[in-house]
């Protein structure tokens, strides 16, 4: 009997010992800011799959600061940080993040955003190009003629010039049968609603308004402030206003007749992929999938680009809704639902 008691503790005592040395790999998330919505979903998500995948995780915000990102990137491999995920606050000023990660032997994903002329080990996003596309193919078929605006995303963000990439792959052949005007084409500092105000409203108040159709914004922050502006001209409504990001006020917006679509990015199977590769990495096995490679200017770098969606007033219920990315109550809060 003492025999066997001895046997059970020994063999106890091992396993303890086995399951304390088995490595649990740290991951590193470095977020740009929390300004839009989506950015807390991204995060969240990414936190949980890590975990679900034996990971641990650690967060760190630079709140649109490139120098407060690089010193979060030293704490964080200070810390042990076995993989970083970075959202960059600057595509090029993160460079340095990754020259500092690789001195430290530590591989750099970039996440939804290209970090540029760098050896940036892996790159997961959605494809840009295919959502300029989106917004421009959707409103050039209800308005094939007529005034466009273009308000691009912020200058320090890659994803602002692929999106006028797609938008103007659409917009090109109407503009040279002169059925399209480009009445402004303007990059911003910041993707925020009071850019998006300012220049819709520059535009409107200024002797070159010579009216306007539809507006193409980088996001639904730059769309919700051009609303504003086009409502205090009487305009909201008549003009067309496309956005990205599908945030809750956009799709009530589209809800209300004010925004004609935005554009839904998979989220959540970014973080997975994202979580699921940086896990992978930090066992030394190659990430899957990475099935494309994209030149960020100085090597071409292993990449996934994943599927985004049209979302207009139609089929709010059968993408948003049905894959539980927003509720129907929350589109009816302070919203006007019909
Ligand atoms: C971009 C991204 C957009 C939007 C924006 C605002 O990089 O492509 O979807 O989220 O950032 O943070």
Request: with cysteine; glycine share 8%.
């Amino acid at each position: 009997m003492k025999k066997t008691v001895l046997i059970i503790s020994v063999f106890l005592v091992g396993i303890l010992i086995l399951s304390s040395c088995k490595h649990k790999p740290h991951i590193g998330l470095l977020v740009d800011n929390l300004q839009q919505e989506r950015w807390k979903k991204d995060m969240s998500i990414f936190e949980e799959k890590v975990k679900e995948l034996g990971g641990t995780c650690s967060v760190l915000i630079a709140d649109s600061d490139p120098d407060k990102q690089l010193l979060q990137a030293e704490e964080m491999i200070a810390n042990g940080v076995e993989v970083l995920v970075v959202i960059p606050a600057n595509q090029l000023k993160a460079g340095d993040i990754v020259i500092y990660a690789h001195q430290n032997h530590v591989p750099v994903i970039s996440y939804d955003r290209l970090i540029k002329n760098c050896n940036l080990d892996y790159y997961i996003s959605t494809d840009n190009i295919a959502i300029g596309e989106l917004q421009a193919g959707y409103l050039t078929k209800i308005k094939p003629a007529g005034k466009y605006g273009i308000i691009g995303g912020s200058r320090v963000d890659n994803n602002a010039y692929l999106l006028n990439i797609g938008q103007l792959n659409i917009l090109q052949p109407l503009i040279e049968k002169g059925d399209i005007e480009v009445v402004f084409n303007e990059y911003t500092n910041s993707w925020s609603l009071h850019e998006g105000y300012e220049i819709t409203n520059n535009y409107l108040n200024s002797e070159m308004n010579q009216g306007l159709d539809a507006i193409i914004a980088g996001n639904d922050a730059l769309a919700a402030g051009a609303i504003s502006a086009l409502k205090e001209h009487n305009l909201a409504g008549s003009v067309l206003v496309a956005g990205q990001d599908a945030d809750i006020q956009a799709i009530r917006n589209i809800v209300g007749g004010n925004q004609t679509m935005t554009v839904y990015k998979p989220i959540e199977a970014l973080a997975y992929t994202a979580a699921d590769a940086a896990i992978k990495i930090s066992k030394g096995i190659a990430p899957s999938n990475m099935d494309i490679t994209i030149n960020n200017g100085k090597r071409l770098v292993p990449a996934i680009l994943l599927k985004s969606q049209v979302v207009h007033r139609q089929n709010i219920d059968l993408t948003v809704v049905s894959e539980g990315f927003i509720s129907e109550q929350d589109i009816e809060k302070n919203g006007n639902k019909e």
